[in-house]
């Protein structure tokens, strides 16, 4: 079992920046390909991004590369996503995820799910 607690949401104005952690215990954390998704009001939940067990490689969802970078720190058991130049539109609750594999991750095949953190950009 992988208990999954995310932190760093909140409010912020467009073009502003954000920094989500999620920390990890349970199971060993290095075993585990960590991801971010997110659901926006009235949306399905959707990939963000995912990096493997060792921090490479890293997968993103082709809309969010180059804003987003997703890294994580074994020694800590914490996977980031650090969010630059928010929109609007990225608004939404943010969810860590953990699976055996990236490709695991991009097909939404998750093993364990944190409780998510809200995010809101202002225009």
């Known amino acids: 079992q992988v208990q999954l607690v995310e932190s760093g949401g909140g409010l912020v104005q467009a073009g502003g920046s954000l920094r989500l952690s999620c920390a990890a215990s349970?199971?060993?954390?290095?075993?585990?390909?960590m991801g971010w998704f997110r659901q926006a009001p009235g949306k399905e939940r959707e990939f963000v991004a995912a990096?493997?067990?060792?921090?490479?490689?890293?997968s993103y969802t082709d809309a969010l590369k180059g804003r987003f970078t997703i890294s994580r720190d074994n020694a800590k058991n914490t996977v980031y996503l650090q969010m630059n130049n928010l929109k609007p539109e990225d608004t939404a609750v943010y969810y860590c995820?953990?699976?055996?594999?990236?490709?695991?991750?991009?097909?939404?095949?998750?093993?364990?799910w944190g409780q998510g953190t809200q995010v809101t950009v202002s225009s």
């Open positions: 990096i493997s067990w060792s921090g490479s490689p890293t």
């Open positions: 995820a953990s699976s055996r594999g990236l490709y695991d991750l991009r097909t939404a095949k998750v093993d364990y």
């Open positions: 349970g199971r060993t954390f290095s075993d585990y390909a």
